[in-house]
């Protein structure tokens, strides 16, 4: 049957765009948008009852380093806890695959956001073998993505510097939208 794209997200503006740009851009797509909250599980159970979704991709998640470090609940609530809800809601009702877009700071956590996202990763890998097939991708800075350092450095660079970083053997990677976007997709046929 025809694919149909669903966007399940707490932004309504940013949602609201979405809708306008695919109504504008693909005319023919048959797209829906439902504006709810990982964390509210019964938001949740009526979307998956409603569409029955084969393939999920999972973005929801707080990212800002510094904001989780004050927030430290409200980042585990978010990634952890939103994140089972989303992922065992998909168990229950027979999603295929769940892809989940994880962090680069998942890989040696040193923050609270990037133990929250590795919590995350480890919730998709206890409900595998269930008939649903998880796989978590990770990002590092997508360039020209919501949440994104790269807007943050342009504008100190712009006022005149200097550029603000974590530590000075820090290191940054950088990819651009169309590689993530390859690169979600290969972990879908995996």
Do not use: W
Request: hydrophobic share 45%.
């Amino acid at each position: 049957h025809d694919a149909l794209p669903i966007c399940f997200e707490i932004a309504e503006t940013a949602l609201f765009h979405l809708e306008g740009e695919m109504r504008e851009r693909f005319p023919g797509v048959r797209f829906h948008a439902e504006v709810g909250n990982i964390q509210n599980r019964n938001r949740l159970e009526e979307v998956f009852r409603k569409y029955e979704p084969s393939i999920v991709y999972h973005a929801a998640a707080y990212k800002h380093v510094p904001l989780m470090e004050n927030h430290i609940v409200e980042a585990i609530e978010n990634n952890v806890f939103g994140t089972l809800n989303v992922a065992s809601v998909a168990a229950a009702h027979g999603t295929a695959d769940f892809v989940m877009i994880s962090s680069d700071k998942a890989v040696h956590p040193t923050n609270v956001m990037g133990v929250s996202k590795r919590l995350g990763e480890l919730v998709g890998r206890s409900l595998q073998g269930h008939g649903t097939r998880f796989v978590s991708v990770r990002f590092g800075n997508v360039l020209g993505s919501q949440g994104s350092v790269l807007p943050l450095f342009k504008k100190q660079i712009a006022a005149g510097g200097p550029v603000t970083v974590t530590h000075p053997d820090m290191r940054r990677y950088f990819m651009t939208i169309p590689e993530a976007v390859q690169l979600v997709l290969q972990a879908s046929t995996m």
